[in-house]
């Protein structure tokens, strides 16, 4: 199959997880806080587990462009952050949230997706196999991500079907992304260090200032250390069996 078809079919499938997400606040609007915690832990393991191989993936060249790549990655998920406001959010009162809140959520949720997708773009150029382990990580990601969307969003009054389509509507960059990417590097081979270290710079840095931080509250430090240790280690494992 085209390398390009089987992109677009893996991250579309990562994007409509989003809206999944929101299934379990049909019956109640309560935010399944532990749940949330424990996908957010094993999406943080698998994602450092993706950045050890795509680091391992820079390393055959020249250090210093993957070194520019990953601040790139990191200072734009740091600004992600600053730029929507949810830099300081807490999961467990999000029912107390500003009026504007929703919008910020969104405004993450998009911008993340943008790295997300680079990262996807950038794995499948690894290898196709790994490239679909990436996509697989980001569905399991856009899963809680999409549970908190609806849940601020419900809390404000939006309509299910429409919160629902909004979840998706966040990471759709994630598709146009992961193509162009690929795209891009395949008739440019020389971007490959620089967006490779932005992906890893930016998994890295989502992973330790969000996604870990916001699991240790919801599900305990001690299970969320070892459920990410462990998604990480497997990561690194299947690249290893199947290159
Ligand atoms: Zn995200």
Avoid at 65 to 86: E, K, Y
Avoid at 95 to 122: C, N
Avoid at 231 to 240: I, P, S
Wanted: aromatic residues 6%; neutral net charge.
């Amino acid at each position: 199959m085209d390398p390009v078809l089987i992109i677009l079919l893996c991250s579309t499938g990562a994007v409509l997880t989003a809206p999944l997400g929101l299934l379990p606040l049909r019956g109640e609007r309560r935010m399944p806080l532990r749940r949330i915690g424990w996908a957010n832990a094993l999406a943080a393991g698998f994602m450092l587990g993706n950045a050890v191989v795509l680091a391992e993936a820079g390393l055959r060249y020249p250090p210093l462009l993957g070194a520019v790549g990953a601040l790139l990655g990191i200072g734009f998920t740091f600004w992600t952050h600053l730029a929507s406001g949810t830099a300081d959010w807490d999961l467990n009162r999000l029912d107390e949230t500003p009026p504007d809140y929703g919008y910020k959520v969104l405004l993450v949720g998009t911008l993340h997706a943008a790295s997300e997708g680079v990262a996807i773009g950038v794995a499948m150029l690894v290898g196709i196999p790994f490239g679909i382990l990436v996509a697989l990580t980001m569905a399991l990601h856009n899963m809680p991500e999409g549970t908190v969307l609806g849940a601020v969003l419900r809390a404000k009054g939006v309509a299910f079907g429409h919160a629902a389509g909004l979840a998706a509507a966040t990471n759709v960059g994630q598709i146009f992304l992961a193509i162009s990417t690929y795209a891009v590097i395949s008739v440019v081979p020389a971007a490959f260090p620089a967006a490779n270290g932005f992906a890893v710079g930016a998994l890295i840095y989502l992973s330790l200032s969000e996604l870990l931080p916001e699991s240790y509250r919801q599900a305990g430090p001690t299970g969320v250390a070892v459920a990410a240790s462990v998604a990480m280690g497997v990561v690194v494992l299947l690249k290893g069996v199947a290159p």
